[in-house]
C-alpha cells in the first residue's frame, strides 16, 4: 500500500481488497468503505457481507488495485467519514489488436462525490495511473466510459461498438444456413470451467476482444448476476462443433410471465466463429414459449443475412463499449494486425505527453517495422498526424480513417489519407463483449 497527497486535508491510498481477519466471510473495513463509496457513485444498494467478501475473492483473482482518496476534514453530520470521496481500481487483461494479443491496463469504478469535484481529484488519479501503467510497460488503457465527455480529455477514444437487438420469435426462427454440430442444455455447475476456455478460444480469433474478469465465469454458471448472489432462473446452452468440441455456449432467462410479449433475455453469447453464433441463435429460436429475444451483439453480425426473415431482427441501439487509450504507440502498432501492405509517418499529439512521438510506419506481408522519427521528414511518403482519441479509434479499425479524419482528429493530405485508410480500414468491425 502507498500513500500519496492529492490536495489539502485529502490523503490517496493504493490497496488489494482483503478479508476481515476476525470474520473471513465479510470484508474488512477499509474494503467495506470502498465499496460502499463505488455503490453509492453508481446508486447501487449497499453490498450485504456475504456479498462483499465473494466480491473480495474475485479481486483478489483479478489482481485488482484498489485507490481511494479520503477526506480527513469531514464535518460531524457526514455520511460514512471512512469511506473515500472518490474510488479508481485496475487491473490488466489481453487485448486482441488484430495482429497478437496485448496485455491492456483496465480502469473502472472511477467515482468522485459531487461535494468533491473540481478539486482536481479525478485529474490527479487518472494522469497519475497512466503514467504508472506506462512505467510499468503497458502499451494501452482501456476502460467502458459512463461518461463520454469525461475521458475525451485524458486522450481516450471510442473504439469498438456493440448493438442491441431484438429478435421477433414468434413461431420459431428459420436459418437459411445449413444445420452444423449440434447444441445442447447444458449443466449450469460445468460452465464455471467450461466458459472460460470457451471465451480464450473466442479471445485468441476476434479482434477488439478483451479477456475476461474472474466473475463472468460465475455468471455463466449462474452462482451470479447483478449482484453475487445464485441465480436460479439463468439456463446455458453449448454448441459442438462436428468433431465434438465445444465452440460456443449462451446464457439466458426467461423474463416473467407478466412481460408481455413473453420475452427471453440472452445474458452472453460467446462463438469461436460464425458457424457456432449462429447455431446458437437456432437452438435460441427454436425454444417453446417465446415471442421476443433480446441480445447485445458485434455490429458486423451475421445473424439478420442468415435468417429466412430478416424483418424479425431490428437494432434497438448502438453503444459505445471500448475505450482505449495509447500509452506507447510502437508496441500498439507491431501488435495490430494490418489486412493491406503499406508505409506512411504517422505522428500522435498527444497534451498528456504520453504517447507523443512520429514514426515511419512499414507494412508488408504481415510483418511490421517502426522507426522512429525527429524532425526531418523521409520525402515521398504520405504523413498524417492524430489527436491521441482519434488515434484510440482509429487503432482496432472500429472507426474509418475519413470519418475521423471528417471529424477533425486526423490530420494530412487528401492522399495521405487514403493511405492510412487503406492500412487501418478493416473488412470486420472489431467487437468487445467484455464489459467491466
Known sequence: MTAEPTAPALRTERFRAGLSETDPQRADDRTSDWLQAVNVGFHDPAWKPEQAASLVEAYLADGRMLTGVYDGAAPEYAWNPKAPVATYATMSNDLNAGGTLLPAHQITSVTVRPTHRRR???TSMISGDLQRAKE??????????????????????????????????R???????PPSGSTVLAEPARMEELAPEIFRRHLRVTRGALGRQAGYAKRAAGLWGDLPEIQQDVRAAVHYDDAGTP?????????PWETEPHTLKVLDLVAVGDTARLELWRYLGSIDLVEKITASGPLADPL????????????TGVEDTLWLRALDPPAMLRARGFES?????LGVADPLGLAQGRWLLQVSGGSTVLTELGEELPQGLPVVEADAA??????????????LAAAGGIRGTAVALTALGRLFD????PYCSTHF
Do not use: H
Open 120 to 122: 482536481g481529484i479525478l
Open 136 to 169: 510499468d510497460g503497458f502499451a494501452v488503457a482501456a476502460l467502458l466510459a459512463s461518461e463520454a465527455v469525461i475521458y475525451g480529455r485524458f486522450g481516450f477514444g471510442a473504439a469498438t461498438v456493440e448493438t442491441n437487438v431484438e429478435i421477433d420469435a
Open 171 to 177: 413461431g420459431r426462427l428459420e436459418l437459411k444456413t
Open 247 to 255: 465452440d460456443g455456449y449462451v446464457t439466458y432467462r426467461f423474463l
Open 304 to 315: 439478420p443475412w442468415a435468417l429466412a426473415d430478416r424483418r424479425r431482427y431490428q437494432i
Open 341 to 345: 501492405d503499406g508505409e506512411l509517418v
Open 390 to 403: 482519434a488515434f484510440a479509434s482509429l487503432y482496432l479499425g472500429g472507426v474509418p480513417a475519413s470519418v
Open 426 to 429: 478493416v473488412a470486420r468491425a
